[in-house]
Nanobody
Framework: QVQLVESGGGSVRAGGSLRLSCAAS????????MGWFRQAPGKEREGVAT???????SYAVSVKGRFTISKDNAKNTLYLQMNGLKPEDTANYYC?????????????????????????WGQGTQVTVSS
């Protein structure tokens, strides 16, 4: 059974940093597209960043240059390093995985990436940024 468990959320002041982790189990880590999504109160869930099996990445415009998605295959763990946090980054952050992968993983605006492309989701971790 595939399981994704996020951690690392918390409360920080604007300009601060956090690193989110997503521990994955139950599948072969190398065959996938993985991503981070976020959902703020009253808003739809939106894509933040994706990474394909070869480590290539794609980002939403609002986080490019501030956030970095990465993975450690040996640990089966996905990361999201978030620097220069802003109050508008406040949201519940989710990791997601698709076991098939494909060119779609890096294509198109992350903000409107379809949630249905991903088969598995974590439970989310809250990030709160105060001004």
């Amino acid at each position: 059974q595939v399981q994704l468990v996020e951690s690392g959320g918390g409360s920080v002041r604007a300009g601060g940093s956090l690193r989110l982790s997503c521990a994955a189990s139950g599948y072969t880590y190398s065959s996938y597209c993985m991503g981070w999504f976020r959902q703020a109160p009253g808003k739809e869930r939106e894509g933040v960043a994706t990474i394909d099996r070869d480590g290539r990445t794609s980002y939403a415009v609002s986080v490019k240059g501030r956030f970095t998605i990465s993975k450690d295959n040996a640990k089966n763990t996905l990361y999201l390093q978030m620097n220069g946090l802003k109050p508008e980054d406040t949201a519940n952050y989710y990791c997601a995985a698709d076991l098939r992968g494909g060119s779609w993983c890096l294509e198109g605006p992350k903000e409107i990436m379809s949630l249905t492309l991903f088969d598995y989701w974590g439970q989310g971790t809250q990030v709160t940024v105060s001004s």
